[in-house]
């Protein structure tokens, strides 16, 4: 197997840095964004010169500015930081296909297979901070290692702005001095447990047989293990995007009747929106597609300029653009079909709570039950009117005649 090559990006301080090239007048002062002073909430990022006031992502907004009163604070807009992220990526994915978008400012690039392309691997490194500053405006952080977690932790050492490589080799010379708390396997519980043996750095964990590791912590015991000497064989989670995500089933026998036409129309707009929270996608573009009696088929498209991932936002559109079909029609239909597509990828954040996060919240709370129950246990008052057309499983749903297109 040849070496590996791993290069972790990640954007320094991201909100605060986009919130600086959208008002450059915020240059060198300490920005806070998150929030305002007195609101409810923490810090989502913290500008280096805010970091220097002992503010950091996470913290209430109220000691933040206890910490830091000349902070200038900001509530942040999630959707300009997304179209950043989306730039950000998209630089990245020229750069290399093996690309793991790890969150909205943050990738692993795999260059094992494209070495031949650069001088050097380091280079090549180098070569995409550079491409990133230039076509984002922004700085970032760069580490290369032989692995995701090596190179995670040079990018920690780069920090702000720099380029840091672990080589083969080194790893040791490297982790030794590194407080425990740095390896993604040693959580909270993890730190007060080994804090009170009196192993505070890597280099003491080495003492540690693994067997201990493992009686203490389990399963994350061996990964603690694994961690602590620089060892991880994950390969890159990436994932191309799809062109499109569609939905259209034919009737049993041609349909005229609107409401259950629509109840059609909601049924597919649900399993198509279940498919893409399980991708992580939102679509820019929806389309609706009739076919009528006379194998004619007529679409309307409309495109958003917020990407949609909601079930009720996609039906709401699906429904107009049905009715701009059909409201003209003289005849029956034989299928229905709903599409979306320019899709993209995005990644909720934690800390930051961002305007659109309830109706995904409420979609995941539904795959979670629909998990458990099945599809077809939880269902809109409109998709139920099928009970009169088709058999229901519970497990599956409906039994549509186009079942293969509606899974
Ligand atoms: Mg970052």
């Given at each position: 197997m040849p070496r590996r090559y791993i290069v972790h990006v990640d954007i320094d301080a991201f909100f605060a840095a986009v919130e600086v090239l959208l008002d450059p007048s915020l240059q060198g002062k300490p920005v806070i964004v998150g929030?305002?002073?007195?609101?409810?909430g923490v810090a989502s990022t913290c500008s280096y010169e805010a970091r220097k006031f002992g503010v950091h992502s996470g913290m209430p907004l109220r000691k933040c500015y206890q910490l830091c009163p000349e902070g200038v604070f900001v509530r942040g807009n999630y959707q300009v930081y997304q179209a950043f992220s989306e730039r950000f990526f998209r630089v990245l994915h020229a750069a290399t296909p093996d690309t793991e978008e790890a969150s909205l400012d943050e990738a692993y690039l795999e260059l094992t297979r494209c070495g031949h392309i650069y001088p050097s691997f380091p280079a090549a490194a180098r070569d995409i901070k550079r491409q990133v500053e230039r076509e984002i405006g922004v700085t970032v952080s760069v580490g290369a290692a032989p692995n995701k977690i090596l190179a995670k932790l040079a990018t920690r050492r780069a920090k702000p702005a720099g380029f840091f490589e672990i080589r083969e080799g080194e790893e040791e010379t490297y982790l030794r001095g590194l407080g425990i708390e740095a390896l993604p396997g040693i959580g909270p519980k993890a730190q007060v447990v080994l804090r009170l043996m009196n192993i505070h750095k890597i280099g003491e964990l080495w003492e540690l047989p693994r067997t201990t590791l493992h009686t203490l912590f389990g399963q994350g015991g061996d990964d603690i293990y694994l961690q602590s000497r620089g060892i991880d064989s994950r390969p890159l989670v990436t994932r191309t995007l799809p062109k499109s995500v569609s939905r259209e089933t034919t009737f049993l026998e041609d349909l005229w009747d609107r409401r259950l036409l629509l109840a059609h129309l909601a049924y597919l707009c649900d399993r198509l929106t279940l498919a893409l929270r399980e991708d992580r996608l939102y679509a820019h573009v929806i389309e609706v597609k009739a076919r009528y009696a006379d194998f004619k088929t007529e679409i309307k498209r409309r495109l958003v300029l917020s990407p949609l991932q909601d079930m009720g936002k996609i039906y709401k559109i699906a429904e107009e653009l049905f009715l701009e079909l059909f409201s003209g029609s003289r005849l029956a239909l034989r299928l229905v079909g709903v599409k979306v597509s320019d899709l993209v990828r995005v990644r909720p954040l934690s800390l930051f709570e961002p305007y659109s996060e309830r109706p995904e919240r409420l979609g995941r709370a539904l795959d979670q039950v629909r998990d458990k129950y099945g599809f077809g246990s939880v269902l809109t008052a409109r998709e139920k009117m099928l009970d009169a057309v088709y058999a229901f499983e519970p497990r599956r749903g409906y039994v549509l005649k186009t079942a293969s297109l509606t899974k």
């Open positions: 929030g305002l002073p007195h609101e409810r």
